[in-house]
């Protein structure tokens, strides 16, 4: 199983810890291209018109001048940097040793300036998206993508990949046919008896799956049918339902039901 999911627009900055050492990351072979939007970022960051080339509201301009500091400030895991509402519902950062190792090996953030990075690699706060035309780069997800496939497209051939990445993330590596299956992960709302497509419960319940994933016993799922097996162990609680539809090239769309957040409570 490899779960794929984008990161927090929100982060939590390290307050101590050693810089970014780019060669320690996970999936080694991402160094050179890390490397180059690490240095493009920098340098639009430094820009007076830094806050439109970053597609940010002039609120978070701190956020970009942060930037600058971005190879000497601290680190710390991944997990704990992310903290929006996907991640505070996985609560990655409070697993038991099992379930963290579990984690460790299965979960997956694709991000904008690292490319890709374990719940446990050290990396500071950051801002920058991956529908950022970065000066010296391009389209991000376009600079990525021949990077990701090398990396992820072997892992892909004999591993589930359950994707709960948003659409811009997703541009960045299209999963390639064949293997175990990929399964993108959709939530809707149930209210009055009509079911229609949400993002931020989308989110907060991709969050509690992932959660659900990592430290639920047994073993991991290898097919789409075996997600949907431990999918539906969160139903009565979490969700509502759960099914499974067939697509096409070997994919599956997995959707998950959540009641009216007016109503029952998530």
């Known amino acids: 199983m490899l779960v794929l999911l984008p990161p927090s627009e929100g982060k939590t900055a390290p307050r101590r810890g050693k810089p970014v050492d780019l060669s ?11 490397t180059r939007v690490l240095e493009a970022l920098l340098e639009a960051s430094a820009r007076p018109d830094a806050v439109d ?3 940010v509201g002039p609120s ?3 956020e970009v001048e942060r930037n600058l500091d971005l190879r000497a400030a601290p680190t710390a895991a ?3 940097v992310y ?3 996907l991640y505070g519902a996985a609560r990655l950062d409070d697993l038991p040793a099992a379930a963290r190792r579990r984690a460790r090996a299965s979960v997956r953030t694709v991000s904008a300036l690292w490319g890709l990075v374990s719940p446990e690699d050290r990396i500071p706060a950051y801002r920058l998206s991956m529908g950022t035309d970065l000066p010296g780069i391009g389209r991000l997800a376009q600079h990525w993508r021949p990077a990701l496939r090398a990396e992820l497209d072997p892992e892909a051939s ?3 990949v359950v994707d709960c990445r948003s659409a811009a993330y997703a541009a960045a590596w299209p999963v390639p046919a064949g293997g175990p299956g990929h399964v993108s992960v959709v939530v809707h709302r149930e209210a009055e008896g009509r079911r229609t497509v949400v993002s931020h419960w989308a989110k907060h319940t991709r969050g509690v799956l992932t959660r659900h994933l990592v430290t639920r016993e047994g073993t991991a799922p290898r097919s789409p049918e075996e997600l949907l097996d431990a999918a539906g162990e969160l ?3 979490a969700l509502l339902d759960a099914g499974l539809t067939e697509g096409p090239r070997g994919s599956s769309t997995l959707a998950l039901v959540v009641a009216d957040p007016t109503g029952a409570p998530v």
């Open 235 to 237: 139903v009565g609680g």
């Open 158 to 160: 004999h591993r589930l």
């Open 24 to 34: 320690s990351l996970s999936a080694p072979g991402l160094t050179e291209p890390r």
């Open 78 to 80: 991944a997990r704990s």
């Open 83 to 85: 903290t929006g509402v």
């Open 53 to 55: 080339l970053l597609g």
């Open 60 to 62: 978070l301009a701190a």
